[in-house]
């Protein structure tokens, strides 16, 4: 009997079974900003063959035991200080070293390979788009949205509770955002591969903005499919 299936939410397999994200990428289905939706409205409205996707989705969960692949499952358990201190110090420090290497980069090749790839500007002003957005909002999180669930945490009041889901609530769109330029970027560089005139930097600015689409996407789904699921399942119980 198969695992998955096309009715359950993306952002619960991609929890589950957090090998499906890498499929998930491949496809270009959104498992963080678009966690809450079924599976087959992503497919529907992307035009992918479900049960092609559907057969390597449960393909690929049993060729990984869950030992080896279902670490995630493992944040819904801990403490909820213990979620958001790996995520400042796993993705929010990642973000503050990397966003100004890759920004000079951005830079660098602009200027050089410019002239010939005019979607480079593009790629630049989408690449500070959202460094400006995602440092103003690493900040907010480190400053106001933690320590109130951290503060939840401690006194187990229902009006602490109720006040961490309200900035919650206020954050969730900024996520949004940031996984659409994601997207931009990903389609203006054509998956992120350099063009075959493309220097050394060429190559390494793709493959940066690579990497920081994927540290991006994991730090929204702990956020969006654990950390907040579990902070609003708490509010209905209280």
Not at 19 to 38: A, H, M, Q, T, V
Not at 105 to 128: M, N, Y
Not at 215 to 232: C, G, K, T, W
Request: charged letters at 30%; glycine letters at 2%; proline letters at 3%.
């Amino acid at each position: 009997m198969n695992k998955f299936n096309s009715t359950q939410k993306i952002g619960t397999i991609a929890t589950e079974f957090p090998k499906s994200k890498e499929l998930f990428k491949e496809y270009r289905i959104d498992f963080c900003c678009g966690g809450e939706r079924p599976l087959h409205e992503a497919l529907q409205e992307q035009n992918i063959n479900e049960d092609e996707l559907i057969n390597k989705l449960n393909s690929l969960y049993e060729d990984y035991s869950a030992e080896n692949d279902l670490s995630d499952k493992a944040w819904q358990e801990a403490p909820l200080s213990q979620l958001t201190d790996h995520i400042v110090n796993t993705h929010h420090a990642y973000l503050w070293s990397e966003l100004p290497r890759i920004s000079k980069l951005a830079t660098t090749i602009l200027r050089v390979h410019g002239e010939h790839h005019p979607e480079l500007s593009k790629v630049h002003k989408l690449f500070h788009t959202i460094k400006m957005e995602l440092e103003l909002h690493l900040a907010k999180e480190e400053a106001v949205q933690y320590p109130a669930i951290k503060k939840f945490e401690e006194t187990n009041s229902a009006a602490d509770l109720k006040e961490a889901v309200r900035i919650i609530r206020e954050l969730q769109d900024e996520h949004t955002e940031a996984g659409n330029i994601l997207k931009e970027l990903r389609d203006i560089t054509d998956d992120f591969t350099a063009p075959e005139d493309g220097c050394e930097t060429y190559e390494l600015t793709y493959k940066k903005l690579h990497e920081l689409e994927s540290d991006v996407f994991q730090h929204i789904h702990l956020e969006s499919n654990i950390l907040f699921p579990r902070l609003f399942e708490l509010e209905e119980k209280l």
